[in-house]
C-alpha cells in the first residue's frame, strides 16, 4: 500500500502525540492479572446460624477470625446466606444481608448498665455485679411474697410479685431454660412475644385442625394453586419466604390475591387486589363460606369424613338476633354448656352422615352464614361485589381434589379483638373446600420472630406448659383430679384423639423438670 505525503504527516504528528503522553505519565500501568488477590474467607471459622429478624429463619454463615486463643478475640466480618438452608436457599434480604453492621454497631449494647432512682444517666456495671444484684432482688422479694398456701389452705407454691419476660428471637433450648426457671421458683407471671404475636392463632388453629402452628412449610408454599393474602404483606414483611408464592405462580400459574385495606408491596405483585374496610374481615369470611355453600362448591365427601358436618349440636343451642344461647346480661358472659353435641349411651356425639338432621352441624352452618349475601359483603366490608363474587369464584375453584389454596395472614388478623374468629373463619373455609392436609393448602401464619412457633409450643404463658397442656389449678391438687379433668374423650368411637396422651406427655414433662423427685 502506497503512503502519500498528507499521510506521512499524520502518522507522524500521532507517534509524537503518544510519545508525549508517555512521558508525561500518561501510560497505562502493568497488568496484574497474573497476581491474585487472596480470598478473605481463607482463614476464617466458618458458623452457621439464623436470621432472628422474622419468621422465615433463613440460614446464615458467619465468618470470624480469630484462632481461638485464651486472649485472642474472635471478630465476625462477613455474613452471607447459607445456600443449604431449605427455606432461603441461599438468599437474605436487606435487613439479612445487613446482619454485619448490627454487630458492629457503635448503638449496640454490650454491657449491662444501671440507671440509679431518680436518675437520668446510665453508668455501665460488671457482668457480676449485675447478676449478683438481680439475684439479690429477686430473692428478698420472694422470700416477702411466696405464697405457700391460699385461703382454703390448699399447697399452691407461687410467687406474684416478680414476673419475667421471655423472647421469641432465641432459641428453643433458651426457652426451655426460661421454662424451667419460672416453674421452678413459682413465678406466674410469665409471658413472650408469642402471645402477644400469635395468641389468637392457637385459640383458632389448635380446636380447628388440633395444634396451633401453621399447617404447611414455606416451601409447600410453591404447591398451591391459588394464595389468599389477608392481614398481612409478606412481600415486605417475609421476602425470602415470599419467594415460594412467586414459585408457585411460575410453576402452577398459582392465582394470587390480595386483600388488605392498603395497597401494598405484595398486593403489587398480585394478580387480584381488593381493598377492605380494616376490621371487618369476618364478614368477608363468612360471606365466602356463604357462596360455597350456596353454590355447591364443597368437596362433599372430604367434609363428611373428615369434618364436624355431620355431628348433632344439642337442642338447647341456639343463635337468635346476634347471640348465642346462654348469655347472661347481668354478667355479660356466657353459659356454654350448651355449646357441645348431643351425646348417645356410649357418650359418643351423634351423627348424620347424610347431613339433613336440622341440627347438624352443616345445617346450623348454613343457617348462620346465609345472612352474608354479596350485597352485605360489600355495604359492610367496602369491597366491591364484582371483586368479591370473583375472588369467591377463584376459591370455589379448589373445592377439586387436584387443585389447592393457601391463606397467609399476620398480624392484620391477630392483632383484632375477633381475630381468633377470623383466622377460625379462613379454617372453615379450607375444611369446605378440602384443602386442608393437601399439598399446598393450608392455613399459615406468618410470625414475626425465628423462634415465635418454638416459644408457643414451650407454653411461657402465665397459665399454660409445653406441648399445650394448662397448668393445674387450685382445685386440680392432685396428680389423678388434673388429668382426669384435662384429658379429652374421645367425641367419635373412631376418633385419633391425639390428646388422650395427656397423662404420658405430662409424666413425661415432670421427669424432665424434676428427674427422680417427680411424683
Known sequence: MGLGR????KLCTAGVATATCATLGFAPGMAQATQSRQYKLLRAKETRNNCTYCSVGCGILMYSLGDGAKNAKARIFHIEGDPDHPVSRGSLCPKGAG???YVHSEQRLLYPEYRAPGSDKWQRISW?????????????????????KNAKGTTVNRWLSTGMLCSSAASSETGSLDQRFTRALGILGTDSQARVCHAPTVSALAPTFGRGAM????????NANVVLIMGGNPAEAHPVGFKWVIEAKIRNGAKVIVVDPRFNRSAAVADIYSPIRAGSDVTFLMGVVNYLISHDKVQHEYVRHYTNASLIVREDYHFDDGLFS???A?????DRSSWTYELDEQGHARRDPTLSHPRCV?????????????????????TP????????????STCVPDRTATFLYALGWTHHTNGAQMIRGSGMIQLLLGNIGMAGGGVNALRGHSNIQGYTDLGLLSLRLPGYMNLPSDEQATLATYLKQTTPTALLEDQVNYYKHTPKFFISLMKSLWGDKAT
Open 128 to 148: 457480676d455485679h449485675a447478676i449478683e444484684r438481680i439475684a439479690r432482688l429477686m430473692k428478698d422479694d420472694r422470700d416477702a411474697n411466696f405464697i405457700e
Open 326 to 328: 346462654g348469655y347472661d
Open 385 to 396: 361485589k364484582d371483586d368479591f363474587l370473583e375472588i369467591c369464584a377463584i376459591l370455589a
Open 362 to 382: 352443616w345445617n346450623l352452618l348454613k343457617a348462620h352464614v346465609s345472612r352474608y349475601t354479596p350485597e352485605v359483603v360489600s355495604n359492610i366490608c367496602g
Open 330 to 334: 347481668g354478667k355479660r358472659s356466657y
Open 215 to 222: 399447617t404447611n412449610n414455606w416451601v409447600d408454599i410453591k
Open 99 to 101: 446482619l454485619v453492621d
Open 6 to 9: 498528507r499521510q506521512f504527516f
